[in-house]
């Protein structure tokens, strides 16, 4: 190390240690102040900062001023998502294109709109000329969300008049459902790449094929044979159709909203929006299952034990066991409670390719976690079992690797999915908003004297 960079180093090094004593003094301060941290109430629910008619989640009921756990449920325009998993799965069609357009034009389309829809999707499907070549493969990334952000990014520059024109809602609508079909050509390329000059793996860069669906394509795009089976596509778009929407209050959908009451670009939006996803609080939880299966699948000898599973959940929760961070993660959710719906209607399929694939034991481990983990939290509690239950991410992340999509893809896959939700609510902000969205941060900095350089 030079004498500058030990110097650098010591610089940071010093005052960091002053920053991270001021901070903790601001976040002593919430409670005083009466700040809802994360804009969440007391009791748990969510500040009201808008209507939206797109999405809405219930996992509990209010009864005498108090929360009442019920079974979760997910609508989309106000239709329960399980009837639209049974309405396509009963026709035995995909059903993720479907569920596109009721989210982003409001309503169910007849046979013919939506074979239109398809069919311009297949359109709207292929970059810009040279965009692959000069966007995506000269600077590749080792993290593909960073790499599709900043793709959603490049895009503002090949779009003849990319700033929101609020008297166009059409050029938006035209914007909106060209990256809903591009967007699965730009996560495999950016894989592609990252496999290609970070792997040491040859550069495959397949092209999409007509009458394929989303899913279909997406399975065609990251493998080498391009091949899939039936079974497999219909569980991938069904994983789709699960992840598309979740409510204007959740952080990416929200991310989205704010960079557009600002009357910034769509792009500009959904770019802000995959930035949030990426989080791991967020999206990248589903990785974050598969990482702490792989400890628990290791670390657990008989994972048929209900003692011994028990014993190391107990661990996770202590921070001695898995990444340390003392997290169950795949179990507790902001608003459902008993259940989860997603979770519910996953798990039922993922079961039967658990039996196809020979994992059916990964898949009895999962149930065994998500049974015994709200006893385990409970034990923390010092109560008999928590309230909690497993989340979409619990079964999600199992039915990927069952898949064969490496896991570095899972979240990238969740990008896909809820561009569906981030397009509509960018449509909806964008044109009944209104105002810009400003919270307000209360100041708690003490007056002081500016004292001059050299009194310092």
Known sequence: MSAEQELYTKFIHNHADSLLEQIRVEKSQLVLHGVKRGLRNDDGTGVMAGVTSIGSTQGYYMRDGEKTAMEGRLYYRGIDVADIVDGFLKDDRPGFEETAYLLILGKLPCKPELEAFRLMLEDFRELPPGFTENMILPAPSKNIMNKISRSILALYSYDDSPELNERDIEGELTKALKLLACCPIIVAHAYAAKRHYFDGEGLYLHRSQPGYSMAENFLHSVGHDNSFTKEEARLLDLCMVLHAEHGGGN?????????????????????????????????????????????????????????????????????????????????????????????????????????????????????????????????????????????????????????????????????????????????EEAWGGGRIIRPAYKAIALDKDYVPLEHR
């Open 251 to 427: 952080n990416s959908a929200f991310s989205c909203r704010v960079l557009t009451s600002s009357g910034t670009d769509i792009y500009s939006a959904i770019s802000a929006a995959i930035g949030s996803l990426k989080g791991p609080r967020h999206g990248g939880a589903n990785e974050k299952v598969i990482e702490m299966f792989d400890y628990i699948k290791k670390d657990v000898k008989d994972w048929k034990d209900d003692d011994e599973v028990s014993r190391y959940l107990d661990k996770i929760l202590s921070g001695e066991a898995a990444s340390g961070d003392g997290l169950i993660y795949g179990m507790g959710h902001a608003i459902y409670t008993i259940s989860d719906p997603r979770s519910i209607m996953l798990k039922e399929l993922a079961r039967n390719l658990a039996s196809n694939k020979g994992m059916s034991d990964e898949f009895y481990l999962l149930e065994t976690v998500e049974r015994l983990a709200p006893y385990a939290l409970g034990r923390r509690k010092g109560i008999k079992k928590a309230e909690i239950c497993a989340n979409v991410d619990m079964y999600s992340g199992l039915v990927y690797e069952m898949l064969g999509i490496p896991q570095e893809l899972y979240t990238p896959l969740f990008v896909i999915a809820r561009m569906a939700g981030w397009c509509a609510h960018r449509l």
